[in-house]
């Protein structure tokens, strides 16, 4: 008798544990991502005959095109002086999106002028915006220039818009430059900026480029 | 732990696409809050210096507008100098700091809303990167900041929009999103083509639109295929979150020569 009640109660208890082991438990789970955004910048010299990059240490922000040297930009029979620098500089601009994608806002202040000076370095530099990629380990970035946005004056860069979708899968790369009015090279000058002549009052010209970046 | 992985990757993502590194990332691009009057509300960013050098941080409290056509292009205005500016309710610490090398820092904010509140109110906090000047010969100085964007609106907030004028474009339509209400409106609109059989033919997604309260942003429709000769209905609909939904039924009709032109139109 007993053996057979303990073998019921047995029966029982394995029951018990079997229906519970199969009970289910729905856990959720989920993760947030911030609308993050980050920005970093790397700024080389480029020898303006030569285009070969020279990286300047992390955190440089100051570039100076040094003195400019009178140089001909026309032919021996028709010369043409103006001053220019010997380089000019290329800025990469590294946008960190996560979900956020943020957006690039680019303005310009004109900063000193020497005395008597009348007109400014936001109209004797010229800005080119473009998107560079890597397209494999062993070769240069490919190239391309940012849509809708030409070669400008620094003193055109009225809040200049480029949108995340513009660098995506790249990044950001401002060349910065004093105007030579050359309308043949890859990025040709825009047509109402001014050259640094010896008309022009000796001394330093400044100004400051400012990158924003936003989410929307 | 996720947060440092998102960091982690998205720094691994950078190396692998570009020589130009991250230097300050801001885990909060976005700060939104729905608050009453008289309610005062804190809370915190995170900044990370993802460099190996210390960097020097100013924070600053800017305003800033959509500007048009409102795609997304913002202006940058002194604090306190835009119409809804929320510099005024906004306090934050520190100022500045110095971020030791792959290192972070938490700067705490607190909101205080006056006792009434009307419309959206909005502004933006920067971090920069303090910069060298040039000191002689001509040239530039690079300066670069990050921003979070805080919205800060009323719980009851008045998100009315219509979508009206709408006309015609070479293989498409347009219409006027036009923002009734007391807040920023960032729709997310969508639209499906429907054959007079009620079948489906083509669905998409209009333009991303920030539209201010009272102004008015152009939705653009691309109708990606030439359609056959007949009547279709187009339904537009704006997204608004929180279950705010703006509709649109505009009756579209095909001729035998393949013109396009609008019948109709309701909400």
Redo the contacts between chains.
């Keep these: 008798m007993k053996t057979k009640l303990s073998l019921i109660l047995g029966g029982l208890l394995l029951l018990i544990q079997t229906a519970t082991s199969f009970a289910s438990t729905t856990f959720t789970i989920s993760a947030t991502v911030p609308l993050a955004t980050g920005v970093g910048f790397t700024v080389s010299q480029v020898n303006a005959t030569t285009g070969v990059f020279k990286t300047e240490p992390p955190g440089f922000t100051a570039l100076n095109f040094g003195t400019l040297t009178y140089t001909n930009v026309g032919t021996t029979s028709a010369p043409s002086y103006i001053f220019l620098p010997s380089y000019y500089w290329a800025i990469d601009i590294a946008t960190v999106g996560g979900a956020g994608a943020p957006d690039t806002t680019v303005t310009y202040t004109n900063g000193a002028v020497p005395s008597g000076a009348t007109s400014t370095l936001g109209v004797k530099g010229t800005v080119m915006f473009v998107k560079e990629t890597y397209t494999g380990t062993t070769t240069p970035p490919t190239e391309t220039a940012i849509p809708g946005i030409p070669k400008k004056r620094y003193v055109d860069l009225s809040a200049l818009h480029i949108p995340y979708n513009d660098v995506t899968g790249g990044w950001l790369r401002a060349y910065v430059g004093i105007w030579n009015g050359n309308t043949t090279q890859t990025y040709p000058d825009p047509a109402n900026g001014q050259p640094f002549t010896a008309a022009d009052a000796a001394g330093t010209y400044t100004g400051t480029m400012t990158f924003t970046e936003t989410v929307n | 732990m996720?947060?440092r992985i998102?960091?982690s990757v998205?720094?691994a993502v950078?190396v692998?696409?570009?020589?130009?590194?991250?230097?300050?990332?801001?885990?909060?691009?976005?700060v939104v809050l729905a608050v009453s009057g008289g309610e005062h509300t804190n809370g915190t960013l995170m900044v990370?210096n993802?460099?190996?050098?210390p960097?020097d941080v100013k924070v600053y409290w800017e305003d800033?507008e959509y500007?048009p056509p409102y795609e997304?292009?913002?202006?940058?205005l002194p604090a306190g100098t835009a119409p809804a500016s929320a510099s005024q309710w906004v306090a934050f610490s520190p100022q500045v700091f110095t971020i030791p090398a792959f290192g972070q820092q938490k700067i705490d904010y607190t909101v205080s809303v006056p006792s009434l509140i009307q419309g959206g109110h909005y502004g933006?906090l920067?971090f920069e990167k303090n910069?060298?000047?040039?000191?002689?010969?001509?040239?530039?100085?690079?300066?670069?900041?990050?921003?979070?964007?805080f919205f800060i609106e009323p719980k009851d907030k008045n998100k009315n929009a219509v979508i009206q004028n709408a006309g015609l474009k070479a293989n498409g339509i347009v219409a006027n999103f036009v923002n009734q209400g007391n807040v920023i409106l960032?729709p997310h609109t969508t639209y499906y083509l429907m054959q007079d059989s009620g079948m489906v033919l083509l669905r998409g997604e209009a333009n991303?639109l920030?539209v201010p309260p009272g102004a008015s942003a152009l939705l653009e429709i691309s109708l990606k295929q030439q359609l056959n000769p007949g009547h279709y209905t187009l339904v537009v609909n704006s997204d608004l979150d929180d279950g705010d939904v703006v509709v649109k039924e505009i009756g579209l009709a095909v001729d035998a020569g393949g013109q396009l032109t609008i019948e109709n139109s309701q909400d």
């Design positions: 996720i947060v998102i960091i998205i720094c950078i692998l696409t570009g020589e130009a590194k991250a230097q300050l990332f801001l885990e909060n691009g976005k990370h993802t460099s190996a050098d960097v800033f500007k997304g292009t913002k202006n940058f933006v920067f910069s060298d000047s040039i000191t002689n010969g001509e040239g530039l100085t690079i300066v670069t900041r990050v921003g979070c964007l960032i991303k920030y």
